[in-house]
């Protein structure tokens, strides 16, 4: 492998990275907005917001980041699924905004608080909704026509994309409801025990048929997952997910208040991962590859620079202040 | 179904619309940002209440227009690639990097001190908490930084080479950031966030002051405000001046559509102050005008020839009505601006800046003439780019996306329904904050709000662990 194809391979990892770290930290606060319906007390939806308040713009970070480097580091895949995932993504932008806002705007207006709670709700659902779709649509492929998107403007709705929608509010779901296990005491915390449950069971469901589904989608996919010799590499990621589904079941059992969210993570990882699996090395699948849509290698290496000294840093303080963060909420001081 | 060309203009319109709405509150925040700075900076060296006292008055403003700003920033972030894959494909290798480190150095700092500005006077103790609020600042500064290094990039290309897919990349990036606009256009900027929140802090005071012209507080926002308009606005125009040399030299077409020359003058052309052009018949009718003076402005030589758009070819003019109208509406308001500024300086002199009514109502009128101005600004700047996305290399219609334009018409209405809703109230509220007087002992958010910042800082949680927080007094 060339130096230029090592550059696209690092930048692949670190937009994945940028993309996973999104996935899961805005997931729970997303969750948490999927979770809103089911508590209608006033006392209860404050704590849940003020659980997540601090770190959703910090959160939401990575998601720019994540499509600011696609756009930086690989111009020719961006070029090609933003118009591809048009609606899903215009969707997403406007879930956000309704969502976003509701954070500051819910504090300010007691009268319209039911307002900016539905907004709150609905912004988190449509924005979780279209995530989902977004990714079954990069994994059925999009038509690319030259060095543009070739299909049209309602190739992304399929019986697939809507259960990958429909799989990403599950999971989003369980890591609310597994973070409101954590975060959270009392009556409230047994009522988000219960929706771990719930959501639990939908999430594996949802793993299973787009597992199943998927391989379906592109002989490629297929050939990736169950041919000879690659089915020893690839069998351990459904094993794990297995155990880690598992090992999940028994800590909710076991009333284990922190060990479901974060095995929760390791669940999403794994779904991650094998993802990643299929698609490696494309970026828009079975069309075009990390090499072809790689920006030039002096653009690579510019960004690298900055990449290598600020993620470090940013990660540092994310995790400590994550840390100090921990610990119950309760309706009296933020924090305790 | 409708043409490409109409796509187009959709396409245009719905990045016109975003755009706008987004430009309104880094505008305000950069330049409260720094204001916020000032306070603190005056409150530790004077140790007058009143400072910090406005400090958390406009601390609980500058975090609702932040707020907004996140949320219509990663529209735009999103924007380039739905409505403009062309240019994304073709200019991703140049303008990425450049936003990219916006993200990695501006968002990550801002989001790294937010919440500690906002929360943790009480718990970080002054001198850091002071830094946070600097590191703020100049996080809103690196932002417009990047993001005016990459459109005046679009404006001004240099530093760069065209690669065999044709792709533009990077030949020198030292060149390519520093392009020849960018140091204009970046100082032209940060004085229009500046005034715009002078303005608004200004008529704020004001209306206050028409109330109640004993308070501290008003008294001392609406000072400063003034002395940043009267030293401010006229540097401003000095920097515009400059801004339209720089133009003049590397997009000529632009400044004529500015000053509405279709056609090119032998000698001495005349400043068109008001008329109405036509783009078809290339005329400008009811014209009123001051003889010379355009070449004087332009060239610093009232005999000076200059050429006009018969010399560009028909196809790459801008739309000039919208250009020429934009650009007075903006020079007009920055005259305005001068001119309460000079007033202010007249009733300081004379002892009446907080007695003059007649000064407080003009202050209060011109509360969003910053807005205005920078919108106005902004459109002449980008609509006299035109046609060209990159200008003189890739023209607008190359940089849009494949799409029909139903889909582009109906997204667009989306935007347009969500952006009123969601930002009419943010107004409200801002509005209401400001309605209230600044009173003493103000607090900051309120201890029953979550400790939201932009980020995750330690320091934030630190201060954030402790009760009472921000208690209202």
Not at chain 1, 25 to 36: A, T
Not at chain 1, 208 to 216: D, E, N, Q, R, Y
Not at chain 1, 297 to 316: C, K, T
Not at chain 2, 363 to 385: I, N, Q
């Given at each position: 492998m060339n130096i230029p194809g090592d550059l696209a391979t690092i930048w692949a990892f670190i937009i994945a990275f940028a993309v996973f770290a999104y996935v899961v930290m805005d997931g729970f606060d997303l969750g948490l907005g999927l979770l809103f319906p089911l508590f209608r007390d006033k006392r209860d939806r404050d704590l849940m917001m003020n659980s997540v308040a601090p770190v959703w713009d910090g959160n939401e970070t990575w998601l720019v980041l994540g499509g600011g480097g696609l756009f930086a580091a690989f111009p020719l895949a961006y070029a090609v699924l933003m118009p591809a995932l048009y609606t899903p993504i215009v969707a997403m932008l406007l879930g956000l905004v309704f969502r976003g806002v509701a954070f500051e705007f819910r504090w300010r207006s007691p009268h319209e608080r039911s307002l900016w709670d539905l907004a709150f709700a609905g912004g988190s659902f449509v924005a979780a909704l279209a995530q989902g779709i977004a990714l079954g649509a990069i994994l059925q492929g999009v038509k690319v026509d030259g060095r543009l998107y070739g299909g049209g403007w309602w190739d992304w709705l399929t019986p697939f994309s809507i259960l990958t929608g429909c799989s990403v509010v599950a999971g989003y779901g369980l890591l609310g409801a597994a973070w409101l296990v954590m975060k959270t005491e009392g009556d409230l915390r047994e009522r988000a025990y219960a929706m771990t449950w719930r959501f639990l069971v939908a999430t594996l469901l949802a793993i299973v048929l787009v597992s199943a589904a998927t391989p379906f989608l592109e002989v490629a996919y297929w050939r990736r997952w169950f041919a000879w010799p690659n089915i020893l590499a690839t069998a351990p990621v459904p094993i794990a997910v297995a155990i880690v589904a598992a090992l999940i079941v028994r800590s909710l059992a076991a009333r284990d208040d922190r060990r479901p969210f974060f095995l929760t993570l390791v669940l999403f990882a794994l779904s991650y991962a094998g993802l990643g699996i299929s698609i490696y090395p494309y970026v828009v699948p079975q069309s075009i590859t990390i090499w072809q849509a790689a920006a030039p290698a002096n653009s690579q290496q510019f960004m690298l620079v900055g990449v290598a000294i600020m993620i470090p840093i940013i990660l540092i303080y994310t995790g400590f202040a994550y840390w100090v963060f921990r610990g119950k909420v309760n309706a009296e001081s933020g924090y305790h | 179904m409708l043409s490409g060309l109409d796509a187009i203009v959709l396409a245009r319109a719905q990045f016109a619309f975003t755009m706008s709405f987004h430009i309104i509150f880094p505008a305000f925040s950069i330049g409260l940002a720094s204001y916020l700075a000032v306070l603190e900076a005056l409150w530790l060296i004077t140790g007058r209440e009143v400072f910090i006292t406005l400090f958390h008055y406009w601390l609980k403003i500058f975090a609702v227009a932040f707020g907004m700003g996140v949320v219509s920033g990663i529209v735009m972030s999103y924007q380039f690639g739905i409505n403009w894959s062309g240019f994304s494909d073709k200019a991703g290798a140049v303008i990425g990097p450049l936003m990219a480190y916006e993200v990695l150095t501006a968002f990550f700092l801002e989001a790294g001190f937010l919440g500690v500005m906002l929360f943790g006077l009480k718990r970080v103790g002054k001198g850091l908490h002071f830094f946070a609020t600097l590191m703020v600042a100049v996080g809103t500064l690196l932002s417009a930084f990047w993001i005016l290094s990459a459109n005046s990039w679009m404006q001004t290309p240099a530093g760069y080479a065209v690669n065999a897919e044709g792709q533009f990349i990077a030949a020198d990036w030292w060149t390519l950031i520093f392009n020849p606009s960018f140091p204009y256009r970046l100082v032209h900027m940060v004085l229009a966030a500046y005034l715009t929140t002078a303005f608004v802090v200004g008529a704020v005071g004001a209306f206050h002051l028409l109330r109640d012209s004993v308070s501290d507080g008003p008294r001392v926002m609406f000072s400063m405000a003034m002395w940043m308009a009267a030293l401010v606005a006229p540097v401003q125009?000095?920097?515009?001046?400059?801004?339209?040399?720089?133009?003049?030299?590397?997009?000529?077409?632009?400044?004529?559509?500015?000053?509405?020359?279709?056609?090119?003058?032998?000698?001495?052309?005349?400043?068109?102050?008001?008329?109405?052009?036509?783009?078809?018949?290339?005329?400008?009718?009811?014209?009123?005008?001051?003889?010379?003076?355009?070449?004087?402005?332009?060239?610093?030589?009232?005999?000076?020839?200059?050429?006009?758009?018969?010399?560009?070819?028909?196809?790459?003019?801008?739309?000039?009505?919208?250009?020429?109208?934009?650009?007075?509406?903006?020079?007009?308001?920055?005259?305005?601006?001068?001119?309460?500024?000079?007033?202010?300086?007249?009733?300081?002199?004379?002892?009446?800046?907080?007695?003059?009514?007649?000064?407080?109502?003009?202050?209060?009128?011109?509360?969003?003439?910053?807005?205005?101005?920078?919108?106005?600004?902004?459109?002449?700047?980008?609509?006299?780019?035109?046609?060209?996305?990159?200008?003189?290399?890739?023209?607008?219609?190359?940089?849009?996306?494949?799409?029909?334009?139903?889909?582009?018409?109906?997204?667009?209405?989306?935007?347009?329904?969500?952006?009123?809703?969601?930002?009419?109230?943010?107004?409200?509220?801002?509005?209401?904050?400001?309605?209230?007087?600044?009173?003493?002992?103000?607090?900051?958010?309120?201890?029953?709000?979550?400790?939201?910042?932009?980020?995750?800082?330690?320091?934030?949680?630190?201060?954030?662990?402790?009760?009472?927080?921000?208690?209202?007094?």
């Amino acid at each position: 492998m060339n130096i230029p194809g090592d550059l696209a391979t690092i930048w692949a990892f670190i937009i994945a990275f940028a993309v996973f770290a999104y996935v899961v930290m805005d997931g729970f606060d997303l969750g948490l907005g999927l979770l809103f319906p089911l508590f209608r007390d006033k006392r209860d939806r404050d704590l849940m917001m003020n659980s997540v308040a601090p770190v959703w713009d910090g959160n939401e970070t990575w998601l720019v980041l994540g499509g600011g480097g696609l756009f930086a580091a690989f111009p020719l895949a961006y070029a090609v699924l933003m118009p591809a995932l048009y609606t899903p993504i215009v969707a997403m932008l406007l879930g956000l905004v309704f969502r976003g806002v509701a954070f500051e705007f819910r504090w300010r207006s007691p009268h319209e608080r039911s307002l900016w709670d539905l907004a709150f709700a609905g912004g988190s659902f449509v924005a979780a909704l279209a995530q989902g779709i977004a990714l079954g649509a990069i994994l059925q492929g999009v038509k690319v026509d030259g060095r543009l998107y070739g299909g049209g403007w309602w190739d992304w709705l399929t019986p697939f994309s809507i259960l990958t929608g429909c799989s990403v509010v599950a999971g989003y779901g369980l890591l609310g409801a597994a973070w409101l296990v954590m975060k959270t005491e009392g009556d409230l915390r047994e009522r988000a025990y219960a929706m771990t449950w719930r959501f639990l069971v939908a999430t594996l469901l949802a793993i299973v048929l787009v597992s199943a589904a998927t391989p379906f989608l592109e002989v490629a996919y297929w050939r990736r997952w169950f041919a000879w010799p690659n089915i020893l590499a690839t069998a351990p990621v459904p094993i794990a997910v297995a155990i880690v589904a598992a090992l999940i079941v028994r800590s909710l059992a076991a009333r284990d208040d922190r060990r479901p969210f974060f095995l929760t993570l390791v669940l999403f990882a794994l779904s991650y991962a094998g993802l990643g699996i299929s698609i490696y090395p494309y970026v828009v699948p079975q069309s075009i590859t990390i090499w072809q849509a790689a920006a030039p290698a002096n653009s690579q290496q510019f960004m690298l620079v900055g990449v290598a000294i600020m993620i470090p840093i940013i990660l540092i303080y994310t995790g400590f202040a994550y840390w100090v963060f921990r610990g119950k909420v309760n309706a009296e001081s933020g924090y305790h | 179904m409708l043409s490409g060309l109409d796509a187009i203009v959709l396409a245009r319109a719905q990045f016109a619309f975003t755009m706008s709405f987004h430009i309104i509150f880094p505008a305000f925040s950069i330049g409260l940002a720094s204001y916020l700075a000032v306070l603190e900076a005056l409150w530790l060296i004077t140790g007058r209440e009143v400072f910090i006292t406005l400090f958390h008055y406009w601390l609980k403003i500058f975090a609702v227009a932040f707020g907004m700003g996140v949320v219509s920033g990663i529209v735009m972030s999103y924007q380039f690639g739905i409505n403009w894959s062309g240019f994304s494909d073709k200019a991703g290798a140049v303008i990425g990097p450049l936003m990219a480190y916006e993200v990695l150095t501006a968002f990550f700092l801002e989001a790294g001190f937010l919440g500690v500005m906002l929360f943790g006077l009480k718990r970080v103790g002054k001198g850091l908490h002071f830094f946070a609020t600097l590191m703020v600042a100049v996080g809103t500064l690196l932002s417009a930084f990047w993001i005016l290094s990459a459109n005046s990039w679009m404006q001004t290309p240099a530093g760069y080479a065209v690669n065999a897919e044709g792709q533009f990349i990077a030949a020198d990036w030292w060149t390519l950031i520093f392009n020849p606009s960018f140091p204009y256009r970046l100082v032209h900027m940060v004085l229009a966030a500046y005034l715009t929140t002078a303005f608004v802090v200004g008529a704020v005071g004001a209306f206050h002051l028409l109330r109640d012209s004993v308070s501290d507080g008003p008294r001392v926002m609406f000072s400063m405000a003034m002395w940043m308009a009267a030293l401010v606005a006229p540097v401003q125009i000095l920097a515009g001046d400059q801004h339209g040399l720089n133009t003049l030299a590397h997009q000529p077409a632009k400044v004529m559509a500015m000053e509405g020359h279709f056609h090119s003058s032998s000698g001495g052309a005349p400043l068109i102050l008001f008329g109405l052009p036509s783009q078809s018949r290339a005329t400008v009718d009811y014209a009123v005008e001051i003889p010379k003076a355009s070449s004087l402005i332009l060239k610093h030589d009232p005999n000076a020839p200059l050429a006009g758009l018969d010399t560009v070819p028909r196809e790459n003019w801008p739309y000039v009505p919208v250009v020429f109208w934009s650009f007075r509406i903006m020079v007009g308001i920055g005259l305005l601006m001068l001119a309460l500024g000079l007033a202010s300086l007249y009733a300081r002199l004379r002892g009446s800046l907080f007695q003059s009514r007649r000064l407080h109502w003009f202050a209060l009128a011109m509360g969003p003439s910053g807005f205005v101005a920078v919108l106005a600004g902004w459109v002449t700047t980008e609509v006299g780019r035109q046609p060209f996305t990159i200008y003189g290399l890739l023209r607008t219609a190359e940089a849009a996306s494949p799409l029909a334009a139903p889909a582009i018409a109906s997204s667009l209405l989306a935007f347009v329904v969500v952006y009123f809703i969601v930002f009419a109230a943010g107004v409200i509220y801002i509005l209401r904050l400001m309605a209230a007087p600044p009173h003493r002992g103000e607090g900051g958010p309120e201890s029953h709000m979550p400790g939201r910042s932009a980020g995750l800082t330690p320091a934030a949680a630190v201060a954030l662990s402790g009760t009472g927080v921000g208690r209202r007094a």
